[in-house]
């Protein structure tokens, strides 16, 4: 064990931004013997084509097959308001597509009525690829994480990764990639509001703390702090005292470095109270990771829990759980340290949703499209076979 726990699995990583990922795609699909699976969400969100726009744009007659998630929120929530983004996100895949059949994967963010209410998207996005065979046929598989909540893109992630493990890639690895197109302006301007009160560990990443209702090991918290999430943050700490006792170590996570160099301030100002006068956080329980990295931020995740879990070895160990409250880049670097450390350490990861958006703009928010910046994040094939 001490050996697979000293190695970092994504330690070297491919990771690529902006025009380089568009460069790589030109000289990836040049052989012409690729077949992609591209899986993306049906959302309002303008960001939603950019990356399969500029994929197609590298090779417009590439053997692709089009995977949609439509995602019911329920007859209530808020982002009904913006079904006219929807439908032209919707008119513009279409056209990119060129009359390509589009397969469509329907599931519901809630289940059952009233009071009784609970989150099941990420329960029913783990059964959007079942098993091997869903995917042996596909040379390359493309998750873009860029109009898709966070629970269902981290269970379907932590599914695809789970199922390519099952079977060995040393002979033709199927290639996992995740997009995402980042834009500072366009996430300021989609507002949640509220935070849902039905929290649970996301379906895959429950890392057997959600099996006890008080586990023996201690607990460490290592919450990703981001703006206006103060009541999630609260919410997320309330859970985990009433189902596993007060954390023996509360560890946030801030953004640093970050294009806004005074982001990592910002954030310990709006959270200044909860952190340090109702919780009494020590200074040097901070962690920083790179806003714009997830792979670093996965390696500093993991090498954190790593060493709790040894200094702690008279104790049993550790168990360990991240909340994530800030971007969809970091939230890969959670995915991939729950995953690869979900069996020799146990690590959950705790979501808390928002009850809806509120869109300020939206032709402020069409105008800022074109801002957006690709991240790419190769997490299997090539690369890692040689």
Same mark, same amino acid.
């Given at each position: 064990?001490?050996?697979?726990?000293?190695?970092?699995?994504?330690?070297?990583?491919?990771?690529?931004?902006?025009?380089?990922?568009?460069?790589?795609?030109?000289?990836?699909?040049?052989?012409?013997?690729?077949?992609?699976?591209?899986?993306?969400?049906?959302?309002?969100?303008?960001?939603?084509?950019?990356?399969?726009?500029?994929?197609?744009?590298?090779?417009?007659?590439?053997?692709?097959?089009?995977?949609?998630?439509?995602?019911?929120?329920?007859?209530?929530?808020?982002?009904?308001?913006?079904?006219?983004?929807?439908?032209?996100?919707?008119?513009?895949?279409?056209?990119?597509?060129?009359?390509?059949?589009?397969?469509?994967?329907?599931?519901?963010?809630?289940?059952?009525?009233?009071?009784?209410?609970?989150?099941?998207?990420?329960?029913?996005?783990?059964?959007?690829?079942?098993?091997?065979?869903?995917?042996?046929?596909?040379?390359?598989?493309?998750?873009?994480?860029?109009?898709?909540?966070?629970?269902?893109?981290?269970? !379907?992630? $932590?599914?695809?990764?789970?199922?390519?493990? /099952?079977?060995?890639?040393? &002979?033709?690895? *199927?290639? %996992?990639? #995740?997009?995402?197109?980042?834009?500072?302006?366009?996430?300021?301007?989609?507002?949640?509001?509220?935070?849902?009160?039905?929290?649970?560990? !996301?379906? $895959?990443?429950?890392?057997?703390?959600?099996? /006890?209702?008080?586990?023996? &090991?201690?607990? *460490?918290? %290592?919450? #990703?702090?981001?703006?206006?999430?103060?009541?999630?943050?609260?919410?997320?700490?309330?859970?985990?005292?009433?189902?596993?006792?007060?954390?023996?170590?509360?560890?946030?996570?801030?953004?640093?470095?970050?294009?806004?160099?005074?982001?990592?301030?910002?954030?310990?100002?709006?959270?200044?109270?909860?952190?340090?006068?109702?919780?009494?956080?020590?200074?040097?329980?901070?962690?920083?990771?790179?806003?714009?990295?997830?792979?670093?931020?996965?390696?500093?995740?993991?090498?954190?829990?790593?060493?709790?879990?040894?200094?702690?070895?008279?104790?049993?160990?550790?168990?360990?759980?991240?909340?994530?409250?800030?971007?969809?880049?970091?939230?890969?670097?959670?995915?991939?340290?729950?995953?690869?450390?979900?069996?020799?350490?146990?690590?959950?990861?705790?979501?808390?949703?928002?009850?809806?958006?509120?869109?300020?703009?939206?032709?402020?928010?069409?105008?800022?499209?074109?801002?957006?910046?690709?991240?790419?994040?190769?997490?299997?094939?090539?690369?890692?076979?040689?």
């Amino acid at each position: 064990m001490d050996k697979i726990m000293n190695k970092n699995r994504w330690d070297p990583y491919v990771q690529m931004r902006g025009e380089e990922t568009i460069g790589f795609f030109q000289s990836h699909l040049k052989s012409g013997n690729k077949k992609i699976l591209f899986i993306l969400g049906k959302g309002f969100d303008v960001r939603m084509n950019i990356a399969i726009s500029k994929l197609l744009s590298c090779s417009p007659k590439i053997d692709l097959q089009c995977l949609l998630i439509e995602f019911n929120e329920g007859d209530g929530s808020h982002s009904h308001l913006y079904k006219s983004l929807v439908d032209e996100n919707l008119a513009e895949l279409t056209t990119l597509l060129n009359g390509n059949i589009i397969n469509k994967k329907k599931i519901s963010l809630l289940g059952g009525d009233g009071r009784n209410k609970k989150r099941i998207g990420d329960k029913q996005s783990s059964t959007i690829i079942k098993n091997f065979s869903d995917l042996s046929q596909f040379t390359d598989v493309i998750v873009d994480i860029s109009a898709l909540p966070r629970g269902v893109y981290s269970s !379907l992630i $932590g599914k695809i990764l789970t199922v390519i493990d /099952s079977k060995s890639q040393t &002979e033709n690895p *199927i290639n %996992f990639f #995740i997009f995402v197109a980042e834009n500072a302006e366009i996430d300021i301007r989609i507002q949640e509001y509220g935070s849902d009160n039905d929290l649970n560990y !996301l379906y $895959g990443f429950g890392g057997g703390i959600e099996l /006890s209702a008080e586990i023996e &090991e201690p607990l *460490i918290w %290592f919450p #990703i702090l981001g703006e206006n999430k103060v009541d999630h943050f609260k919410k997320a700490f309330t859970h985990i005292i009433r189902s596993q006792n007060r954390p023996y170590e509360i560890c946030p996570v801030l953004p640093f470095p970050a294009k806004n160099l005074r982001r990592s301030d910002s954030l310990l100002i709006e959270y200044h109270k909860v952190l340090f006068d109702e919780l009494s956080i020590e200074a040097k329980n901070i962690m920083y990771v790179p806003e714009q990295n997830p792979f670093e931020a996965y390696i500093r995740l993991n090498d954190a829990i790593k060493n709790y879990n040894k200094s702690l070895k008279s104790l049993s160990g550790c168990k360990a759980v991240i909340s994530n409250f800030s971007s969809k880049l970091l939230s890969i670097g959670s995915i991939l340290s729950a995953h690869e450390l979900r069996t020799d350490v146990g690590v959950g990861i705790l979501n808390v949703d928002s009850e809806g958006y509120n869109i300020k703009d939206v032709e402020d928010l069409k105008k800022l499209k074109n801002n957006s910046e690709l991240f790419l994040s190769w997490l299997s094939g090539d690369p890692y076979n040689e």
